[in-house]
């Protein structure tokens, strides 16, 4: 864990790409939502040092339960350690700041 | 897991559709099973069952009806559920390998993740659907759904999605089972039951007089009859087990056929052949008795037939009975080595009443006896409370009787009628009882029937003798003196003998007496006779002497006459002027 806190603070420093991912179901209008209120916040406060992928579950279903996934919209922090996951179509964009501590 | 049982045909009667549980009497209290393509709400408080029921729901619907199923965990990791049952035979690692069932365990964080506006339970609804339709599944188990509620803050969706999620279960038809922990006087703590309105059955885990019994009950079951008791349940080796009371009815075969009892007399005194196979028998009386002493005999006499008999014994040991009945020449060792007689010996306060109960259930299974002993059932009252007592010996008379299994209780009674007695009287057909009676600086057994359904049985009281050839029935003394046994019976029977041979003599000596009477008297007349034949020879002799003398006297008159030329008016009569 060490070598992994020590990489984090490393990756910090070196504005290394932040790596989100949200889960959806089909092109429902939360999930529309969602990904413009991530994508907004993410230029707001990650400028060029972010990349998000976005899964839809409709299409790769097992993954909701390889990623255990249960609401839908969320989003996960994969990088920087450890991860973290907001739900919700992230309207509420201090709350998502707090969540994914931006 | 018989094989047949999946043949059994599910009730069409025109009701709700069902689907067989397979869990031991829980289909007999329900009529069928739980509602097909619906969900049914199993709750209670931690530890009562609920996730052991819902998995053998589960692994049964596979094994037993071809019916793939999902289990969703929201509680224990997979690992923990799969060591869980194995226990109990499931082996969910192979049945997952067959393709037969997917195990899914949702990991919930508390207070994380945090929620920002509108969201769904898409993903568990994508989730359960890949499942189901991984392994085409016909049952699903969610286990427990309301560990959700301390994972997301914004209720009112949840509630809503939990609506949708039942609505959706419903859609695909596929019988559900989901289990919740009991609330503070409520059925569940987040109020599940409002989502799940078709069946609902409460577990519960009770501790009284130390003994801890678990209870199942059918709180509500849309569209269908249900038994509305609470049945005490059973987690043992094999699964779960409901025992309801009422899961074989008065449906029994009855069979004419007799077993000897092993004493001769007692056979006659049960209208000349013993008791009815597949009767239940209830041997009573107080300590030192010679309960046990029968039991064994019964027992020896079905070995001797080549039959099998299985003891239970509560007080003794094995050593203990074989040592003790071979001194009163009952020799059971030999039948237990030949396989035909299986002692089981444990104190019942060991188990609860419940495991007792399928405890005995499994080993008659396995044994396949024609007898069953229980020595003393009276013991039994030390482990509950007498009317859970005489419903668990109902139920074990009814499962021994459904099997034609013959089977003898012995009960030890205080002074004066007993409870147990009172209660498993009515359960039983032959009721024998042994007394002891007191007199004479001694103790007495006495045995009588005091009932005996469907035979003409004796009325009389017999004398119950322990000798060295087992036991055997005398009359008692009953005359003039009253009712006498043992010595007192074996001195009035020397009296008796004593008595006859002194009148005889005296017979005897009236006789000889009268003889020599007899002999006087003919003595006495030949005399007699003699006197009066010599008398009546004189008589006669004079009377001729007379006649002749007046004869002589007339023909002198005559001539008399003659010679005075005088008429004769009268002749020949003459002699009496």
């Known amino acids: 864990m060490t070598a992994l806190a020590g990489r984090r603070t490393l990756a910090l420093q070196t504005n290394e790409a932040w790596r989100l991912r949200l889960y959806i179901a089909g092109q429902s209008p939360k999930s529309l939502l969602a990904i413009a209120n991530l994508r907004s916040l993410c230029e707001e406060h990650l400028a060029g040092r972010y990349e998000i992928e976005i899964v839809d579950l409709l299409e790769q279903p097992t993954r909701a339960r390889s990623d255990d996934i249960l609401a839908i919209p969320t989003v996960v922090r994969r990088f920087p350690r450890p991860p973290r996951r907001v739900i919700g179509d992230l309207s509420n964009s201090e709350r998502v700041r707090v969540g994914m501590q931006f | ?577």
Not at chain 2, 34 to 43: D, F, N, Q, S, Y
Not at chain 2, 403 to 409: C, D
Request: glycine fraction near 10%.
């Open chain 2, 1 to 577: 897991m018989s094989p047949n049982r999946a043949a059994e045909r599910e009730p069409t009667t025109g009701e709700l559709p069902k689907a067989r549980t397979g869990i031991a009497g829980l289909d007999e209290v329900t009529g069928g099973g739980l509602p097909r393509g619906r969900p049914t709400l199993v709750c209670g408080p931690a530890g009562c069952g609920k996730t052991l029921l819902a998995m053998e729901f589960l692994v049964r619907g596979i094994t037993e009806y071809d019916e793939p199923g999902v289990f969703v965990a929201f509680e224990e990791s997979i690992d923990d559920l799969r060591a869980n049952v194995r226990s109990m035979g499931f082996d969910l690692a192979q049945l997952e390998a067959d393709g037969k069932l997917a195990v899914d365990h949702v990991t919930l964080v508390t207070g994380e993740p945090g929620e920002t506006g509108d969201w769904d339970l898409d993903g568990l609804f994508i989730r359960l659907g890949a499942a189901i339709n991984a392994v085409g599944a016909k049952r699903i188990v969610i286990d427990t759904i309301e560990t959700m509620f301390g994972a997301f803050s914004n209720l009112n969706t949840l509630r809503s999605e939990l609506t949708r999620l039942f609505g959706w279960l419903k859609e695909q038809g596929i019988t559900a089972v989901v289990t919740g922990e009991r609330g503070d006087g409520t059925l569940t703590r987040h109020g599940i039951e409002e989502y799940v309105s078709d069946c609902v059955i409460v577990l519960d885990h009770r501790v009284t007089e130390q003994m801890s019994t678990r209870r199942l009950r059918i709180l509500k079951y849309r569209g269908s009859l249900h038994g509305t008791n609470e049945y005490p349940f059973l987690i043992g080796e094999a699964g779960l087990s409901v025992l309801p009371l009422s899961s074989l009815g008065l449906q029994h075969p009855v069979c004419s056929e007799r077993m000897p009892t092993g004493v001769a007399r007692l056979d006659a005194m049960l209208s000349a052949g013993g008791f009815y196979k597949g009767s239940a028998i209830l041997v009573s009386g107080t300590a030192g008795t010679g309960k046990s002493t029968l039991a064994a005999q019964f027992c020896d006499a079905t070995c001797q037939r080549g039959e099998r008999a299985m003891f239970f014994s509560f007080e003794e040991s094995e050593a203990e009975i074989v040592r003790n009945m071979s001194s009163v020449g009952i020799h059971l060792r030999q039948w237990v080595d030949a396989d035909l007689l299986q002692f089981h010996c444990f104190r019942p306060s060991l188990i609860g009443l419940e495991a007792h109960l399928f405890a005995i259930q499994k080993f008659v299974r396995q044994f396949d006896p024609s007898v069953v002993i229980k020595d003393p059932v009276s013991d039994l009252l030390r482990v509950g409370a007498e009317a859970d007592v005489s419903a668990m010996l109902t139920r074990q008379v009814d499962f021994l009787k459904a099997r034609g299994v013959t089977t003898l209780f012995t009960s030890l009674d205080s002074d004066g009628p007993s409870g147990t007695d009172e209660h498993i009287a009515s359960l039983v057909d032959t009721w024998l009882r042994l007394q002891t009676t007191e007199g004479s600086g001694e103790y007495n057994r006495l045995l009588r029937v005091l009932k005996s359904r469907g035979m003409a049985h004796s009325n009389q009281i017999r004398e119950f003798l322990v000798t060295e050839r087992g036991i055997e029935l005398v009359d008692i003394y009953v005359g003039t003196e009253g009712v006498l046994t043992g010595s007192a019976r074996q001195a009035q029977e020397a009296r008796e003998v004593q008595d006859g041979a002194a009148r005889e003599e005296d017979v005897e000596l009236r006789r000889a007496i009268l003889e020599r009477r007899r002999e006087a008297v003919q003595a006495q007349s030949a005399a007699l006779w003699r006197d009066f034949e010599g008398e009546a020879d004189l008589v006669g002799r004079s009377l001729s002497n007379n006649s002749a003398a007046m004869n002589l006297r007339a023909r002198q008159r005559v001539e008399q006459g003659r010679l005075r030329r005088a008429d004769s008016d009268a002749p020949g009569r003459g002699g009496d002027e």
